[in-house]
C-alpha cells in the first residue's frame, strides 16, 4: 500500500508550482519586453525609411499606398494626426485632409445631377481636374483613405459597391437592399444601352 503524501509533500509541490509560475511570468516579461524592444526598433528605421523616400511617398501613389500597408502591419497610422512625427516627416496628413476637403466639395457640387451618389473613377476624375493633376497621381486607394477621414463628419460620406462600381455615397441615407439592388438593376442597363448603341 502507497503513503500518501503528507503536508510536507504538499507544501513542497506548492512550492515547485509557485516556482514554475515565477519563472513562467519571467518568461512571458522578457518576451513582452524583447517584443516591445524589436517594434520601438522597427518604428525608428520605418520613420528613417520615410525621411529617406519622402519625396517618392508624396509623389507616387503606388509607393505610397505599398508604404501605407507596411505602416498597417506595424500599427502605425501616418493619418491619425496632422501633427507629430508624421506629419512632420511627410505631410501626409496634410495632403489627405485637403484631399477630403476637395472631395466633400465636388460630392456637393454634384449632388442636384447625382443625388449624392458619384461613381469613384469620376470623382477621381473630377479631382485631378481641380487639382490639375493626372488620373494616375491620385490613386484610388488615395481616395479612399481621405474619405474614411471624413466619417469624422457623421452619417454621409462612404463607399458602396454596386457590382464591380464603387460609389461614394454623400448624403445621409441608410441604403437598403432595395436601393442597392435598383442600383444594380440600372447598371445593367446602362451597360446594355452603351453595347446596343455602340453596335
Request: proline fraction near 2%; hydrophobic fraction near 40%.
Amino acid at each position: 500500500m502507497r503513503r500518501r503524501p503528507g503536508i510536507a509533500g504538499l507544501q513542497n509541490a506548492a512550492a515547485t508550482r509557485d516556482q514554475f509560475r515565477l519563472v513562467g511570468e519571467n518568461v512571458a516579461k522578457v518576451r513582452t519586453d524583447v517584443m516591445k524592444e524589436q517594434l520601438a526598433t522597427f518604428r525608428s528605421q520605418l520613420e528613417e525609411f520615410a525621411r529617406k523616400h519622402k519625396s517618392d511617398i508624396r509623389k507616387n501613389p503606388v509607393f505610397r499606398q505599398q508604404f501605407h500597408e507596411m505602416c498597417a502591419k506595424v500599427g502605425v497610422d501616418p493619418l491619425a494626426s496632422n501633427k507629430g512625427v508624421w506629419a512632420e516627416l511627410l505631410g501626409i496628413g496634410d495632403f489627405y485632409y485637403e484631399l477630403g476637403v476637395q472631395i466633400v466639395d465636388i460630392c456637393i457640387a454634384t449632388r442636384s445631377h447625382n443625388g449624392g451618389l458619384i461613381d469613384l473613377l469620376d470623382l477621381r476624375k473630377l479631382l485631378g481636374q481641380k487639382r490639375k493633376a493626372t488620373l494616375e497621381s491620385l490613386s484610388e486607394d488615395d481616395c479612399l483613405r481621405a474619405i474614411s477621414k471624413l466619417k469624422v463628419l457623421g452619417s454621409g460620406f462612404e463607399v458602396i459597391s454596386v457590382g464591380r462600381r464603387k460609389l461614394v455615397r454623400s448624403v445621409p441615407t441608410e441604403l437598403n437592399k432595395d436601393h442597392s439592388g435598383i442600383l444594380g438593376l440600372a447598371q445593367v442597363c446602362a451597360c446594355n444601352v452603351r453595347c446596343h448603341s455602340t453596335s
